[in-house]
């Protein structure tokens, strides 16, 4: 069973094939990031301009692949449905359901979220799920939330943020430390260069009941501190990315654990762009080491930001649940995991 899966929710055009036998036969990413730097942040206009341009050519590309005497060898079409940006969401919409419809075979609606907090298993020999429940922790541009699954495909918010996301605040505090957007994998080679301890920033929200976070403080506390200094060299802005990096690392850790021991539970999932950062990374499997039976599943860095391979897989997962569509162009700006 073959399933092509597209990308297009926000600025990555992304194209692959899932075999479930032979796993990703093909995964490409065009990303449009020189693009938007110059204005700071993804240009909604822009960005669908270019997904229309790229996607054929990853289409063209991909579908070699799988084409035998003029047939497809494809089961099923699945892209990203949302949540998302209109303009770009609707431009993978439209490609995928006309070329389902061209090819006669259905079309797979998958949640960009649930897509990357599945995105482990692309690593993995057998697509299984932890055991239930796990807790999930998405961590990307548009997202911070900590949710619990019980059941195959069964997705309760446990936590949320209730202002900017944790990658956009990354993003933000990167550029005004002189890094181009998309900035969090630079900050943190900058930080490499920093001193633990130069600077002491507040962990926003650890004290509060519940797991709910809050980045925007931390936000206006930081652009405080770098505005009053207005120091422009490099281990000022290494110190400041040190210990921003370890705020944030910091904050997310000690809410998970706290969910983990409140919650009872085990395996814990942590996906999303952030979950490419190293230092992340590292201190959730020191901690989870710590405690007995705990289990964390991590995505390969490769696979921690936007593609279409984890689209396709989790196309094939629903695919295989029966939850598929006869083509038609559906999108959903807002779905909620
Ligand atoms: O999941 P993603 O690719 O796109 C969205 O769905 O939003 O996440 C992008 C976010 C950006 O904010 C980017 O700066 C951040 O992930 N990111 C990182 C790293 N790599 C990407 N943040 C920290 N450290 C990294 N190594
Ligand atoms: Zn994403």
Redesign the pocket.
Known sequence: MRILGIET??D?TGVAIYDDIDGLIFNKVINQSKIHSRYGGVVPELAARQHNKNITLLLQDALKKVRYNSKYNLDAIAYTAGPGLISSLIVGATIASSLAFSINVPIILVN?MEA?LLSYMLNRKSINFPKFPFLGLLV????TQLIISENKGEYKILGNTLDDSV??T??KI?QLLGINY????N??ELAKQGTSGKFVFPRPMIHHKGFNFSFSGLKTYVTRIIKKHNDYSLLFRADIAKEFEETIVDTLLIKCKKALKLKKIKRLIIA???S???LLRYKFKKMMSTIQNHELFLADINF???NAAMIALTGMLRFKGGNFLEPKIVIKPSWII
């Open positions: 929710s926000c990555d960009h990357h990307s541009g548009g997202h990658g956009d990354i993003d990167a998309p900035g969090g994998k900050l943190s999303g762009g952030v490419a950062n190293h921690c930001t936007d």
